[in-house]
């Protein structure tokens, strides 16, 4: 496996150069640059042209992108056009805000997808199913800024049970330890409830089809026909095969766990990586946005690594190396 997963890590290098190429490209497509967003009128021409040059910007787009790439392979993503900070600065103060949402939502979503998606299969064409069912066709057809704009105005200005922007208290800031994650906890719950309905609506779905899928094969059938008990049938032999498929969906589903990150870290105020990237995005702050794509694109790539690894966990019949006597 080890041969595998170095094997996997180095056709990523070019994969990440093919982002990093494409995505500085598309960023420079918009008309102008971040010097147009100066609209003091006591700033000379002259400046803004110097201005230019000193961030590279007067450079064809090519020479500019080889001068990235050169920086990046020495560690250095550039600094903010606007705060003159390192990149990986800001990045490294925004990651953490971002990481805790999007892990606790995975985890939320894969305690509460796995039961329902079992049970629904177990109960299929039962209320519970059918109830499932309408619940997961609507989580899906709405879009998570409208939903997280319903939770805030539900929870947070009708009821007042939740903050409604922010990750916490700047009055609690000297409290202890424990008063500050709970804190963190109320300000993190409606964030992390949008994002948990979205991933739980389509996820549910998958691993009740894959369920139905394992409980029509033959060796459930003869589990059953032993005598074995149904819980036994259902969890020792058709779950782990069930798990297939979720196993997939969560690798592909990264990208989509990102993206949602961005719209909801906006909607709350979370002081995340998505939010800091809808920023840099409005003030064409291009070193902050290149830096925010290839953190995004190596963590979902190695997303999709650890799909590819938790196969082996799930099946052990999966093998990544070819068998020489075969």
């Not at 020479?63 to 990045?91: H, M």
């Not at 059918?130 to 947070?156: K, R």
């Not at 394992?214 to 819980?231: H, M, S, W």
């Not at 906006?266 to 794509?293: C, D, E, H, K």
Request: with cysteine; hydrophobic share 55%; net charge positive.
């Amino acid at each position: 496996m080890f041969r595998f997963i170095l094997r996997r890590l180095l056709q990523f290098i070019p994969l990440l150069i093919g982002i990093s190429l494409v995505s500085f490209f598309v960023i420079h497509l918009a008309p102008g640059d971040p010097t147009n967003l100066f609209i003091d009128p006591s700033v000379k021409p002259e400046e803004l042209l110097r201005l230019r040059a000193n961030y590279g910007l007067d450079q064809p787009v090519m020479v500019q992108y080889f001068y990235w790439l050169k920086n990046v392979v020495c560690g250095d993503f550039g600094t903010s056009f606007f705060t003159g900070r390192p990149v990986l600065a800001e990045i490294g103060e925004r990651l953490p805000a971002t990481l805790l949402l999007m892990v606790s939502s995975l985890f939320l979503t894969l305690l509460i997808t796995i039961p329902i998606g079992v049970y629904s299969a177990i109960k299929k064409g039962k209320f519970f199913d059918q109830f499932f069912t309408v619940f997961s066709f609507a989580g899906m057809a709405i879009p998570s800024f409208w939903l997280g704009l319903m939770l805030m105005l539900v929870f947070a200005v009708e009821l007042k049970w939740f903050p409604a922007v922010g990750m916490f208290s700047y009055q609690l800031k000297d409290a202890p330890v424990f008063v500050r994650a709970l804190d963190v906890l109320r300000h993190m719950f409606l964030p992390l409830l949008t994002m948990t309905v979205l991933s739980l609506a389509g996820l549910s779905r998958y691993q009740r089809a894959a369920m139905l899928e394992v409980l029509k094969e033959d060796y459930i059938k003869t589990a059953r026909a032993k005598g074995l008990p149904e819980r036994v049938v259902i969890f020792k032999h058709a779950l782990r095969n069930a798990l297939m498929p979720i196993v997939t969906i969560l690798g592909l589903s990264l990208p989509d766990l990102f993206s949602g990150a961005f719209i909801i870290e906006t909607i709350f105020a979370w002081p995340g990586m998505g939010r800091l990237g809808v920023q840099a995005v409005f003030s064409r702050n291009y070193p902050v946005i290149m830096g925010i794509v290839m953190l995004s694109a190596v963590l979902i790539v190695l997303g999709n690594l650890l799909a590819d690894v938790g196969y082996a966990l799930v099946d052990p019949r999966v093998r990544f190396e070819k068998n020489p006597k075969s």
